[in-house]
C-alpha cells in the first residue's frame, strides 16, 4: 500500500475532526460546511467549527429564545432574528468565558476577530443563498486591531541559537542526552527554518524526495496545496547533508519510511515536537523573547528584507497571497528604509 502524503493524512485527521465538530452544531450549519468546502483548507473549516460551537452555546445559555431543545435543534430562522446588540454581547462575553468543564477561556482583538469572522461569514453564505433575508452580523464592526512589534532573533542571537543546536552544553542534563541523538537533525532542521522562512507543517510535511541538492532547493506544500519550490543557502546544505548521512542509516516506522524528518521513534517529527524543539534552544539564548517557528519565519523574512529591500521578493518567498500582508508584518523596517534615504538626494553640492 503506498504510504499516504503528510498532508493527505493531515485532510484525513481533520475531515474526521470535522464531522465531529458539526454533529454538535445545528442541523442547518451541515450546508454552510459543505458550501464553503471548495475554497477553504480543512484546518480553516475546524476554526469555524469551534467558534460557532462557542456562538451557539452562548445563545443556548444566556438568550432565552434558544433554551428550548438541544443546540442542535436551533434553526436558520431564529439566527435572522438576533439583532447586532445579540452579537455584541456575544464579544463581550468571550473577552471572558467558562467552557462546559468550567475552565477559563480569555480572547483578545485577534480572537475575538477570528471569532466575528467566523460567524459573519456563516451568515453572508446565507444571505447570499437568499435563506435569510436579514443579516444583522454585516452591520457589525470588527474590532480595531493594535499592531504588534514583530517578535524576532537578532542576527546575533541567530548564530547563538544554532551554536546551542550543535553544542547543546547549556540545556539540562536531561535534554542534553537527547541532544546527541538528534543534534544532526535538529541543526538541519533549525537551519532549513531559519534559512527559508518555511512554515512549520510545510517543513514537517517534508519527503525525502522533496530536497533537490542539484539546484540547492526544496519542494514544499503551501497553503491551498499548491506546490513550489523553495531555495536553500551552503549553509543550510552543509547542515542538510549530515543529517541525510545519519538519516540513511534510521530504519522509519511502517508509514513513515518517506519522512524526512524522524522522531526519536522513527516516525515522522509532528508540528507540536518542532514547536517544544524550537522552545528548548530558544530559551537557552533568549528568555525575554517568546520564540516560535513562526517567529523564525520573521526572522527570516526580516533579514531577508534587510538585505534585498524587495517586499514583493519576500512576499513571494514567504508565501503571502497578499504583498499587503507583507507591508503590514515589516512596515517598522519599510520606515527604517526611508529615514536612511533622506540624505541620499542632494539639492546643492556642499
Not at 451557539?56 to 446588540?85: A, C, H, R, W
Not at 486591531?145 to 541559537?161: M, S
Not at 514567504?318 to 527604517?336: F, M, P, W
Amino acid at each position: 500500500m503506498q504510504e499516504q502524503s503528510y498532508h493527505e493524512q493531515v485532510d484525513i485527521q481533520n475531515t474526521y475532526r470535522l464531522r465531529e465538530l458539526i454533529s454538535t452544531l445545528p442541523t442547518f450549519t451541515k450546508e454552510f460546511f459543505r458550501g464553503i468546502e471548495p475554497r477553504t483548507s480543512s484546518r480553516t473549516r475546524i476554526a469555524y467549527a469551534y467558534d460557532l460551537n462557542i456562538f451557539f452555546q452562548f445563545l443556548y445559555n444566556n438568550n432565552s429564545s434558544f433554551q428550548k431543545g438541544e443546540v442542535k435543534d436551533i434553526t436558520i430562522d431564529q439566527l435572522e432574528q438576533l439583532s447586532p446588540m445579540d452579537i455584541e454581547e456575544y464579544l463581550d462575553y468571550i473577552k471572558v468565558y467558562q467552557n462546559k468543564e468550567n475552565k477559563t477561556h480569555s480572547n483578545k482583538e485577534q480572537g475575538i476577530m477570528r471569532k466575528l469572522s467566523s460567524l459573519k461569514s456563516l451568515y453572508s453564505y446565507f444571505y447570499q443563498k437568499e435563506l435569510i433575508k436579514y443579516n444583522p452580523a454585516a452591520l457589525v464592526r470588527m474590532p480595531k486591531l493594535h499592531e504588534r512589534d514583530i517578535v524576532r532573533l537578532d542576527i546575533d542571537e541567530v548564530a547563538l541559537l544554532l551554536d546551542q543546536v550543535e553544542q547543546g552544553d547549556k540545556l539540562t542534563k536531561k535534554q542534553q542526552d537527547f541532544h546527541n541523538k538528534t543534534k544532526l537533525r535538529d541543526l538541519a532542521l533549525m537551519s532549513l527554518l531559519l534559512g527559508t522562512g518555511i512554515r512549520v507543517s510545510e517543513c514537517v510535511g517534508l519527503n525525502l524526495n522533496d530536497v533537490d541538492f542539484k539546484n540547492d532547493g526544496i519542494r514544499i506544500h503551501r497553503k491551498g496545496g499548491k506546490e513550489v519550490m523553495v531555495y536553500f543557502s551552503d549553509e543550510v546544505e552543509t547542515a542538510l547533508l549530515n543529517y541525510m548521512e545519519e538519516r540513511k542509516k534510521i530504519i522509519p516506522e511502517e508509514g513513515h519510511e518517506n519522512a524526512l524528518f524522524l522522531s526519536i521513534q522513527k516516525k515522522r517529527l509532528g508540528v507540536r515536537s518542532v514547536e517544544n524543539l524550537v522552545k528548548k534552544y530558544s530559551k537557552t539564548v533568549t528568555t525575554v523573547k517568546n520564540i516560535t517557528p513562526h517567529k523564525l519565519r520573521s526572522t527570516y523574512g526580516t533579514n531577508l528584507y534587510k538585505e534585498t529591500g524587495d517586499i514583493y521578493l519576500v512576499a513571494d518567498v514567504l508565501g503571502h497571497s497578499d504583498v499587503n500582508t507583507t507591508k503590514k508584518h515589516y512596515a517598522a523596517i519599510e520606515d527604517e528604509h526611508r529615514r536612511k534615504a533622506r540624505n541620499i538626494v542632494k539639492l546643492r553640492e556642499i
